[in-house]
């Protein structure tokens, strides 16, 4: 085992407003160097909410409120903040967040925004040279063209747009990539690249280790080597992505792997799928015990007023579960 | 099959948008598209964003006149029916968004009540009442839970499920379904799938489903038709089409699509 690049401890987020809404609440997760983790859950459940929390760029309204983050040697809520914006963000972990091609500045030319960013990150004004020398081979390895950084935002469709983004946010060869559904805005020939680039750009070490986000279970299966399910709030299940797929055990996963839809490349038509029956619960007042209870086939009076631990499986190794039916 | 005549005939349908004043751009949204439904049958358009199938189903449901072409609803030209309660007696669609098809000002018992100016016969207020609560159970819906509410206290899932009921009791011939699962939890998603397939069998309509999701069209469609930038590239039963692929695109389309239970070599 190589040596972890990513500790997160029991963190806890939460949206302010009429209500305290934990979108995260209490996630224990450790990466280590070289690994592409999945995260992966329905609409709602807090995934991005985890990883803006990890980025440690919350948006207004969403708060850290416990917990530890720790990459590479730095607790990033610990730290002085301007240590954190000019040595952490983008040098050592670097945040693509959802519609991040939106992100870029639509009245500059993308040579000018990447100026931008180095002078935020370095407090250097360099010349723009300098930039465009070290941003073309950023460019020509993502597979975009050396003038596409004289253009502006809207000459660029939006696979190009999301690919300069994530040139201009490996630009220091970042440790650690989080990248926030990069697919889900594309069409299905463009993810297939998409997915392709960032395994390049692990392949040729620009970057070591990718969290990727996705609600698409079947896009993550193409690229990560280890997976966690996140249900409400919590991780329920985290263990290596084909384990995930062909052996699912909490009920949760096993709900919804067997409802995805996935295509058969023989031509035959697939199997009838499953769904899981009712709907997520509010995160405004979540369910006592085992949050997955109220909509679980298996569920036992126990689940109803305890929340299960996190158990580590004595016969699966790296196959950790959030659910009583495995507590002997 | 041979000498019926089918529900829906679609004869070489073009969109042409034209915008600008001075510079004047026109765009082919949709450029000579044929294809026909077939009773019972549930066909699929797909194509990636831009390839022109909600323009398509916007014509067919006479939301936007063609550019030229004709659509046939059993033989008859669709422009030429005047009355639009006629059309829209057996014409029926399930849009994307669940929240936007309804009015958040009113409970969304309202749509179910509406329906009923659509459906043959006359009913007293009891009689729809008993009808109303009848669908809801066929698609699993409990009346006491959903009735009386307004749609911002619904989920997506439950209100796509009310839409079909609505869909119910109109008992239209044809139903047009434009991504009707893309905002559905995926969790959720295949049980709407298994509801509309059900639903079809029992009461006998067609489908024309629209998606850009080739899992989706897989699993529930007989006839798949692939469009691009506005035309039709292939067109197949869905065990030829997406099994031995023809055309380049469908070919280079059906090989981006991930596969739950395998890897591609990157």
């Known amino acids: 085992m190589s040596k972890n690049l990513l500790i997160v401890e029991d963190l806890r987020g939460y949206y302010t407003g009429a209500f305290q809404v934990y979108g995260v609440d209490g996630v224990t997760f450790n990466m280590s160097e ?23 760029a919350p948006r207004p309204l969403l708060l850290y409120e416990s917990g530890r983050v720790q990459v590479h040697e730095y607790d990033i809520y610990q730290i002085d903040e301007e240590l954190l914006r000019t040595e952490v963000k983008c040098k050592i972990m670097s945040y693509v967040p959802q519609a ?37 081979e950023h460019f020509t390895r993502v597979g975009l063209d050396k003038d596409v950084l004289k253009r502006y935002p809207h000459e660029l469709s939006g696979g190009m747009k999301q690919r300069a983004v994530i040139a201009i946010s490996t630009l220091w ?38 969290l990727f986000v996705s609600h698409d279970i079947a896009s993550l299966r193409q690229l990560c ?33 067997s409802s995805i839809v996935s295509f058969n490349p023989d031509g035959t038509r697939p199997a009838v799928l499953r769904s899981i029956p009712g709907d997520q619960p509010d995160l405004r ?12 086939l298996q569920a036992m009076t126990h689940c109803k007023k305890f929340e299960p631990p996190m158990l580590q499986l004595p016969d699966k190794k790296d196959h950790d579960v959030k659910c009583w039916l495995f507590k002997k | 099959m041979t000498n019926q005549e089918p529900i829906l005939k679609v004869e070489n349908l073009t969109k042409i948008f034209i915008s600008g004043l001075i510079n004047i751009v026109t765009v082919s949204a949709v450029s000579d598209v044929s294809f026909t439904i077939d009773e019972g049958e549930v066909v699929s358009l797909v194509g990636e964003s831009g390839s022109g199938k909600s323009t398509t189903a916007n014509i067919i449901l006479k939301l936007m006149p063609p550019t030229s072409g004709q659509v046939f609803l059993q033989g008859k030209d669709i422009f030429s029916i005047r009355k639009r309660t006629d059309f829209y007696k057996k014409v029926q669609v399930v849009f994307q968004d669940p929240y ?12 179910l009540y509406n329906a ?41 899932g439950q209100l796509q499920r009310f839409l079909l009921a609505r869909v119910l009791i109109i008992k239209p011939i044809l139903l047009i379904a434009d991504e009707p699962t893309s905002m559905i939890d995926a969790s959720s998603r295949a049980g709407i799938l298994n509801l509309l397939e059900e639903l079809r069998k029992d009461e006998n309509f067609s489908v024309l489903f629209i998606t850009h999701d080739i899992a989706q069209a897989q699993y529930i469609s007989t006839k798949v038709c692939v469009m691009k930038n506005g035309e039709i590239v292939e067109t197949g039963l869905n065990e030829t089409v997406f099994g031995h692929p023809q ?20």
């Open chain 1, 34 to 56: 070289g690994e592409i983790l999945g995260l992966a859950g329905e609409s709602g459940c807090g995934k991005s909410t985890l990883a803006e929390l990890i980025s440690g």
């Open chain 1, 173 to 210: 060869n970042p440790s650690l990539l989080i990248i926030d559904e990069p697919t889900s805005a594309l069409d299905v020939t463009s993810q297939k690249q998409m997915i392709k680039m960032l395994y390049d750009l692990k392949k040729e070490q620009i970057i070591k280790s990718i």
């Open chain 1, 225 to 257: 080597d280890r997976c966690l399910i996140m249900y409400c709030g919590v991780v329920v299940e985290t263990g290596k992505m084909d384990d995930i797929i062909n052996e699912p055990l909490h009920p949760y996963t096993q709900g919804l792997v």
């Open chain 2, 247 to 266: 055309h380049p695109y469908t070919q280079a389309l059906l090989d981006s699509v991930p596969d739950l239970h395998s890897r591609w070599e990157l």
């Open chain 1, 285 to 296: 007042n979540p369910p006592p015990g085992c949050r997955f209870h109220p909509r679980c």
């Open chain 2, 116 to 156: 009923f100016n659509l459906r043959k016969g006359s009913f007293s207020k009891h009689e729809k009442k008993e009808i109303i609560i009848e669908t809801l159970s066929k698609i699993g819906l409990n009346a006491d839970e959903v009735l009386g509410r307004y749609p911002h206290q619904l989920s997506g």
């Open chain 2, 100 to 111: 936007a098809s309804f009015n958040l000002v009113y409970k969304i018992d309202r749509v």
């Open chain 1, 100 to 136: 991040s091609m939106e992100s870029l500045n639509p009245v500059k030319r993308i040579i000018d925004f990447i100026m931008d960013v180095v002078r935020e990150r370095t407090r250097k004004k360099p010349s723009k040279k300098e930039i465009i020398n070290l941003a073309a």
